[in-house]
Every structure is written in structure tokens, then in C-alpha cells.
């Protein structure tokens, strides 16, 4: 569902543009005839780069979706800079000709919204992450896991639109924001989330499964086990001096059969 409106299909970031540029196609057109051709190249443009197209969302709660459509620069592990933990990060690159509007990937409520300034580099270079203008959307998901998505600026893209606050609760597939012309996506998961992609796949927004998170971190079972192999390693205190005193009295007992043994034969 869109924030906006309930049926996008051209995003409302776009409707100026495209409003603008066919009122003058239209001028231009009743005036100057073809002198008003780049007129409406630019209007078709602005119709293909605002679209907004609805689309079926998957519902596997492991599944994180790609916020956006565009090509994968990056599968690695990485520091999330936004929470200071280890993170497997997903960046997805936006050309002019991708959707651009940004959607939830998975259920999750909003901790904290980071806006950051900076320069306006070539999206797809890696330092774009951390010197270029970007806002970090930092969430919860359902099953408590943590999840930041992050909206770079890019080399034209210079207006990053972000429509969610703290607090709040975003289905998956949900429209949060939009950049304009050109951009990124870094995504940063717990290191336990597996990739369902590589360097140079093309992902479809909403439909591309980026990678799968376990509903429940490892760490939260490692306690009771740990706890368990330490009970069943380490004898406890009573155990203990039961064991030293069945040892003694078995010792004890070896010595009188010996003198026993020794004063038959004597």
C-alpha cells in the first residue's frame, strides 16, 4: 500500500514533472509543431522514471525483499555504522531507467530515522556509503531481529524523500521514500542472514529476495547450552566430596583385603 495514495502507478514525486513538461509539449506543439519533440521525449521520461507499479509481495517471514529495483554492487560483510555491530550489507545501485520509490523489506517498526549530509558522488562507488548525503532507517522486525536500511544520494539523484518516522510500523512492501535520478540502497543485516544474491544480479523491488533471516538470533539459544554442557562437564560441590570420600573408603578397603590376603598366606 502506498503512503500517498492507495494505487500508485505514477509516484506523486513526479506528477510536477510530468504535469509541467506536458502542458508544454502541449504549447509548444500548437505553436512551433516539431520544435516540440524534446518537449515530449522529456515528458515521456519523466512518465517512465516516476512509474510506480503495484506488485505481489512474498510473504515468507525469513524473506528480506529489495527495497528497490536495480543491479547488486555489494554482498560482503561489513560494520553497520549506524548500530557499531557486524553486518552482512546489500547494497543495490539505481540507474535513471529503475523504479525508484523505496518500500519496506520486511515487517518491522521504526527505532530511529538518521539523516546525514554529504557529497554527491557516484552512487555506485563504495565510498558513497559513507561520504555521500544519505538517511538510515533503522528497524525491528517482527521477530525482533535488527535490520537498517539506508537511502544514498547520488551523482544526480539529489533529493532523498523519506516519509516514515520513530515509532512507526511498516508491512513489508509498504512505500517509505524516493530519490530522484539515479541512486543506492545499502542494506545491513544481522550476520546470520544468508544472501540470496551476488555481485551483478539485476533484483526487482519487492519481488527479489535479498537474503533470509532467521525469525530467532543464534545467540539466544547458546546461554541454556552452555549452561547445560557446564552441568554435565562440572560435578557440583556436593557431588564432588561424595565422590573424593567413595574414593578414600574404596582405598580404604583394597589396603584390608591385602593384609587379609598377606596374613592367610603367612
Given amino acids: 500500500m502506498n503512503r500517498l495514495y492507495p494505487h500508485p502507478i505514477i509516484a506523486r514525486e513526479g506528477w510536477p514533472f510530468i504535469g509541467g513538461g506536458l502542458v508544454l509539449s502541449l504549447l509548444v506543439s500548437a505553436c512551433c509543431g516539431w520544435w516540440s519533440l524534446p518537449f515530449w521525449v522529456f515528458t515521456v521520461f519523466a512518465l517512465q522514471f516516476f512509474r510506480d507499479p503495484a506488485r505481489e509481495i512474498p510473504q515468507d517471514p525469513e524473506a528480506i525483499l529489495s527495497p528497490v529495483d536495480g543491479r547488486i554492487v555489494v554482498v560482503e560483510r561489513a560494520r553497520d555504522p549506524y548500530r557499531d555491530t557486524e553486518a552482512l550489507k546489500i547494497s543495490v545501485f539505481m540507474n535513471v531507467f529503475n523504479v525508484h520509490s523505496q518500500k519496506s523489506p520486511a515487517d518491522c517498526t521504526v527505532t530511529a530515522v538518521e539523516y546525514n549530509k554529504g557529497k554527491f558522488l557516484n552512487a555506485d562507488l563504495d565510498k558513497a556509503s559513507t561520504e555521500n548525503e544519505r538517511n538510515a ?110 574414593s578414600e573408603i574404596e582405598a580404604a578397603a583394597d589396603k584390608v583385603r591385602n593384609a587379609a590376603e598377606q596374613s592367610l598366606k603367612d
Fill in 137 to 246: 532507517v533503522l528497524a525491528t522486525t517482527a521477530s525482533g531481529r535488527e535490520i537498517t536500511f539506508v537511502q544514498v544520494a547520488g551523482l544526480v539523484a539529489r533529493r532523498i524523500l523519506c516519509y516514515t518516522k520513530v515509532g512507526e510500523k511498516l508491512t513489508r512492501g509498504e512505500r517509505y521514500g524516493f530519490i530522484r535520478f539515479g541512486s543506492r540502497v545499502d542494506m545491513y543485516l544481522p550476520v546470520d542472514a544468508q544472501a540470496q544474491v551476488a555481485i551483478g544480479d539485476k533484483v526487482t523491488g519487492v519481488r527479489t529476495v535479498l537474503a533470509r533471516l532467521p525469525l530467532q538470533a543464534p545467540e539466544a539459544a547458546a546461554p541454556t547450552e552452555t549452561a547445560s554442557a557446564a552441568q554435565a562437564e562440572t560435578p557440583a560441590p556436593a557431588q564432588a566430596a561424595a565422590e573424593v570420600v567413595q
